[in-house]
């Protein structure tokens, strides 16, 4: 079972607190290992008791925000499975991800972001199956399947303009500045917007939603444990198990 170390130890997760404060301050390139330890009080060597590299470390911080996004998304669908559907979904993948503290670090244009992320094959692929396009690709077909999408457009259109419609919300909730005014809950518009884009005039049965709800909670899981898998090969081992 993958281990995260900070929860064994306490000097582990003030490093990771201290590391993400720089990272969101300072960005990526610019921080390093001996800021991050005399941050976090700690000697520098301690850091790399518990992760082989600066590199290590803040990949581990960006895979940490995804799990905490996937961790949201499978509690409350388990909790109440007519969160799979479109007016609701929506509102929450946006949301949760503009709540995660690196997301912001990410939208800022920091280059040296993708280019930690995605330094091998393995990790761009990972990090691919987290994007809100490989998460339209993956969970639009389920709930079309089951009823929840409606079936009188392409199936690949709708994707393509759910994905469009979330990344446009989320850049208007991010930077409220640069959108039109007069919108106190931009979430009610978002999932209005959704019902009318791509649900059916006709609301899906109890079991259809239930059904829809399991398999995309096994995608959610799936990705979760891959996230997790990551996060554990990048800390040192004999210090998480």
């Not at 979904?89 to 995660?100: I, N, Q, W, Y």
């Given at each position: 079972?993958?281990?995260?170390?900070?929860?064994?130890?306490?000097?582990?997760?003030?490093?990771l607190?201290?590391?993400?404060?720089?990272?969101?301050?300072?960005?990526?390139?610019?921080?390093?290992?001996?800021?991050i330890?005399?941050?976090?009080?700690?000697?520098?060597?301690?850091?790399?008791?518990?992760?082989?590299?600066?590199?290590?470390?803040?990949?581990?911080?960006?895979?940490?925000?995804?799990?905490?996004?996937?961790?949201?998304?499978?509690?409350?669908?388990?909790?109440?499975?007519?969160?799979?559907?479109?007016?609701?979904?929506?509102?929450?993948?946006?949301?949760?991800?503009?709540?995660?503290?690196?997301?912001?670090?990410?939208?800022?244009?920091?280059?040296e972001?993708?280019?930690l992320?995605?330094?091998?094959?393995?990790?761009?692929?990972l990090?691919?199956?987290?994007?809100?396009?490989?998460?339209c690709?993956?969970?639009v077909?389920?709930?079309?399947?089951?009823?929840?999408?409606?079936?009188?457009?392409?199936?690949?259109?709708?994707?393509?303009?759910?994905?469009?419609?979330?990344?446009?919300?989320?850049?208007?909730?991010?930077?409220?500045?640069?959108?039109?005014?007069?919108?106190?809950?931009?979430?009610?518009?978002?999932?209005?917007?959704?019902?009318?884009?791509?649900?059916?005039?006709?609301?899906?049965?109890?079991?259809?939603?239930?059904a829809?709800?399991?398999?995309?909670?096994a995608?959610?899981?799936?990705?979760?444990?891959?996230?997790?898998?990551?996060?554990?090969?990048?800390?040192?081992?004999?210090?998480?198990?």
């Amino acid at each position: 079972m993958n281990q995260l170390v900070e929860l064994h130890s306490r000097k582990a997760a003030r490093i990771l607190d201290s590391a993400r404060e720089l990272v969101l301050d300072h960005g990526v390139g610019k921080v390093t290992v001996s800021e991050i330890s005399r941050a976090a009080g700690v000697g520098k060597g301690t850091v790399y008791l518990y992760w082989p590299s600066k590199e290590d470390l803040i990949r581990g911080l960006f895979a940490r925000d995804l799990l905490t996004l996937l961790e949201e998304m499978i509690g409350r669908i388990t909790a109440d499975p007519a969160t799979v559907r479109p007016r609701r979904l929506a509102p929450l993948l946006v949301r949760t991800g503009l709540k995660l503290p690196l997301a912001r670090r990410m939208r800022s244009g920091d280059a040296e972001v993708p280019r930690l992320l995605m330094q091998n094959a393995g990790d761009r692929e990972l990090f691919a199956r987290t994007k809100p396009a490989a998460m339209c690709d993956t969970v639009v077909p389920i709930l079309h399947r089951h009823g929840l999408i409606r079936d009188d457009r392409p199936l690949a259109a709708l994707a393509y303009s759910l994905h469009a419609l979330l990344n446009g919300f989320a850049l208007a909730i991010y930077e409220p500045a640069e959108a039109p005014s007069g919108v106190d809950d931009p979430d009610t518009v978002l999932a209005d917007t959704v019902a009318l884009l791509v649900e059916p005039l006709d609301e899906p049965a109890e079991a259809a939603v239930a059904a829809a709800a399991e398999e995309t909670l096994a995608v959610f899981r799936e990705v979760r444990d891959a996230v997790l898998d990551f996060i554990d090969r990048g800390q040192t081992p004999e210090h998480v198990r």
